[in-house]
Nanobody
Framework: VQLAESGGGLVEAGGSLSLSCAAS????????MSWYRQAPGREFVATLT?????KYAESVKGRFTISGDFAARTMTLIMNNLKPEDTARYYC???????????????WGQGTQVTVSS
């Protein structure tokens, strides 16, 4: 299983970016999709479950939106009103099963850099 992020880059404060993530490989089902960031510590950003429940870190609530297509194995993070403190490497993760009736594991992408200039 591989996860690949795209869409990072450099943006001015107040600007917007959209990050995407796609999973490939042998996947039976996906239970949840998440975004984390690291700079330098690791921080939860947002998660979306297969039942449609979303959760956001307080620091991004109202500015970031997570969405996903569980059948297509893709997810997106739309980031608006970006701030310099949002600068980090962003990682997508999915809790998925490679075989039915197994607990599943967390899988992560390599990350994509987001830099917000002041």
């Amino acid at each position: 299983v591989q996860l690949a992020e795209s869409g990072g880059g450099l943006v001015e404060a107040g600007g917007s970016l959209s990050l995407s993530c796609a999973a490939s490989g042998k996947i039976s089902s996906i239970a949840s999709m998440s975004w984390y960031r690291q700079a330098p510590g690791r921080e939860f950003v947002a998660t979306l479950t297969s039942t449609g429940i979303t959760k956001y870190a307080e620091s991004v609530k109202g500015r970031f939106t997570i969405s996903g297509d569980f059948a297509a194995r893709t997810m997106t993070l739309i980031m608006n009103n970006l701030k310099p403190e949002d600068t980090a490497r962003y990682y997508c993760g999915m809790h998925l099963r490679t075989r039915a009736f197994t607990p599943g594991d967390n899988h992560w992408g390599q990350g994509t850099q987001v830099t917000v200039s002041s």
